[in-house]
């Protein structure tokens, strides 16, 4: 439509205008003059500073704590985990279609979301595995070929709560139970273009992009990963500029793999022709326990891939009434779309079939129905998914532990009690 950008790009930009009472008039001359940046630098909340208190109006007082997340966390909605960490309670997607609304997708971070300023912001693109190292500014990155995906991103540690509760042995780390996991609409730029862009030269190994958060955590790739067509730079998220708490202005998208390669409010991505070793490989997002032998310079097998699971849309425990009842729930694999999922209302001794609903993606996940007559009294319902690989869901009993308590993927027992 204006200054270059398609029609999906300046619609969500004159959302966040509406949403700040810019008319349109203006809105339409800010992206027309000064592109994207002028548009969203207008967009911007007005913060006016307060006055700094006089030395007589200081008594001792408490400051307000800082806050770590932007968007509101009503418990309703979210379970807290500590540390500006929340999960998504999935009750609140019983009565949804597919994605998960941004207003309720999990926020996993390792500091407080960074305010960062769209008008300096640059992404930098370089290292010794390219020949043309170059910047670009969020111009330029929405001026370039736009790439649509509907992919999740999970948290490396979604079921870590379960190592204890269901094995006896607690796992380091926030007690996630299956929140920690979200569908959404992705649009960027695939990074391989960026990649190819820079010159990327045969004898590149891995890529690491790094956030510009107070921590600058980073956490490499292999060039086959980064090169992928759904591994993305993204600047929307279901159709919506990025929001601050899930990367804004751009964030990388890498499909099936643990949620700490999806790093947040990127700044640099670094090209290398050696394997790059970095705390977030080496001594976390790594298998330690007594089934794993350390890799050095790696504690233990470094995580990629995410693992299969299944949860139901209810609170933990839930309750329901005695009779017909219907429960609905997601399933999802890092490995490609669902092919079944059955559910166990005896401890996972027999299993019957439910059924898939609405859109089934590869490495987005698929939602699933289920109806059965309840009795009063306990009960668990446990859901089983297999994947179009024939991937399986396993018992509790064949779950390895792990120190750090990554890629819990066994059968979940969802505890309801019925009543009359």
Known sequence: MSAGFNE??????????QQAGMERRKFLALLAGGGAMAALAA???????????????TPATTLPPVRLIDKPTPEQFFNPIGGGNVEMRFEVMANRTYATPNSFFFVRSHT??????????????????????????????????????????????NGRGFFGSLMNKP??????????????????VQLGELLTRAGIKPTAVDVMPTGLDSTKVERPMSVSKAMLEDTIVAYMMNGEILPGDHGFPARVVT???????????????????QPIFVEKNTTN??????????????????????IMKSALCLPWPAALKAGTQKVV???WSPFGKIKKVDVSLDGGNTFQGATLTGPNIEKAGTRWEFSFDAKPGDITITPRATDEKDN?????????????????????????????
């Not at 999906?8 to 205008?17: D, F, R």
């Not at 926030?174 to 959404?184: F, V």
């Not at 326990?289 to 350390?294: E, F, I, R």
């Open 8 to 17: 999906e790009q300046t619609e969500a930009l004159w959302k966040k205008a």
């Open 43 to 57: 967009c911007a909340p007005r913060v006016t500073p307060a006055p700094s208190p006089t030395p007589a109006a």
């Open 112 to 157: 407080s979301s960074p305010v960062i300023d769209v008008k300096t912001w640059k992404l930098s693109i370089g290292g010794d595995g390219v020949s043309k190292p170059f910047d670009l500014t969020y111009d330029d990155l929405l001026k370039m070929p736009a790439k649509t995906i509907t992919r999740y991103v999970e948290c490396a540690g």
């Open 171 to 188: 796992a380091q780390g926030g007690q996630w139970r299956l929140g920690a996991y979200g569908i959404a609409e992705w649009t960027g």
């Open 255 to 273: 499909p099936g793999w643990v949620g700490i390669a999806n790093i947040k409010w990127v700044g640099n991505i670094r090209v290398s022709e």
């Open 285 to 306: 997002y790594v298998f330690i326990g007594p089934d794993y032998s350390p890799q050095p310079p790696a504690q233990g097998p470094i995580l990629t891939n995410q």
């Open 329 to 331: 729930g997601y399933a």
């Open 392 to 420: 399986i869901q396993y018992p509790v009993s064949e779950q390895k532990w792990n120190q750090l308590g990554y890629l819990f993927g066994a059968m979940a027992p969802h505890p309801v009690k019925v009543t009359a």
